[in-house]
C-alpha cells in the first residue's frame, strides 16, 4: 500500500463522506482514473476502508455529542417510550436507520458488482449532481420546520433516501438532506439529521467488516492504516464543521455548487476514458 496514495485516500474520504457528493464513487473513480495501487479490486482495499468508516464514525459521535448524549438521556429517561422529546428524535433516528440497514445486508452482493463499472458510476454522480441542484429548487417550496415535527413516516422517508447511497455515485448526505427539506424541515435541521443518522451506519459499515480485518492483519502496515483511520477522522470533523456553517448561512442554492462538481466530475472522468 504506497504511503501518499493511502494519506491521499484518507483526506478524500473524510471529505466525501460528508460532502453531498459520494464517498463511494469517489473512491472508486479517482483510484482509476489515477492509476492507483489502491483501488476496490486491491486485497488491502477492504481492510483499509474499515479503518477509514470507523474513523469518521468516531469523528461524527465527537461533533454531535451533546446531542448524542442528550438523545440517549431522553431515551433512558422515557424507558423506551416516546413521552420525552429527546425520546422521540432518538426513535426517529431508528426509524430512519432501517431501510439502509436491511437492503444494504440483502442487496450487498448485487451492489458489489457497480462497483466494477466506473462509466457507470460517473453517469449516476451526474444523476446525484442533478437531484441536488433539483432539491434547492424544492427547498424554496417548502417551510422551514424544526426537527422536533419531524414525524415517524418522513422519518422513515429519509431512510428509504439514505438507502439510495448504497449505489456508488448517489451521495448519502445529498439524498437524505434533500429528503428532509422535502418535509419541510430547514437545511440546518435537515443536516442536522442526516449527520446523526450516519453515524450508526457508517460504523456499522465498519464494524461489520472488522473480522475480515482481523484475518488479513499480517498482511496491512497497521501503523500507517491506523494513522489514516485518524487524518481520516479529522477531516470527517472538519467536513461536518463547514457543512453545518455553510446550511445555517445558505438558505437557498446550498446545494447547487455541489451539483455543478458531481455533473463535471462525471463529464471530466467520461471525457478521459475516451482518451
Partial sequence: MPTMQAVLFAIMQGITELFPISSLGHGVIL???????????????????????????????????????????????????????EARLMWRLFIGTVPAGLLGLLLEKKLKVLFGSVDIILVVLMINGVILIAGDGLRRRTGGKPLEELTPLNALRIGFAQALALIPGISRSGVTLIAGISTGLDYASAARFSFLLATPIIAAAGILEVPKMLKMGAHLDLALVGACGVLSGAFAWLSTWALMRWFNKHEIQALRPFGVYC????????????L
Fill in 263 to 274: 455533473i463535471l466530475l462525471g463529464l471530466a472522468g467520461l471525457a478521459l476514458r475516451q
Fill in 31 to 85: 483510484p482509476e482514473l489515477l492509476g492507483w495501487q489502491l483501488h476496490p479490486a486491491s486485497e488491502a482495499f477492504l481492510p483499509f476502508m474499515v479503518v477509514l468508516h470507523l474513523g469518521t464514525a468516531l469523528a461524527l459521535f465527537h461533533f454531535f455529542r451533546k446531542d448524542w448524549f442528550r438523545l440517549i438521556g431522553g431515551f433512558v429517561r422515557a424507558r423506551g417510550g416516546d413521552s420525552d422529546p
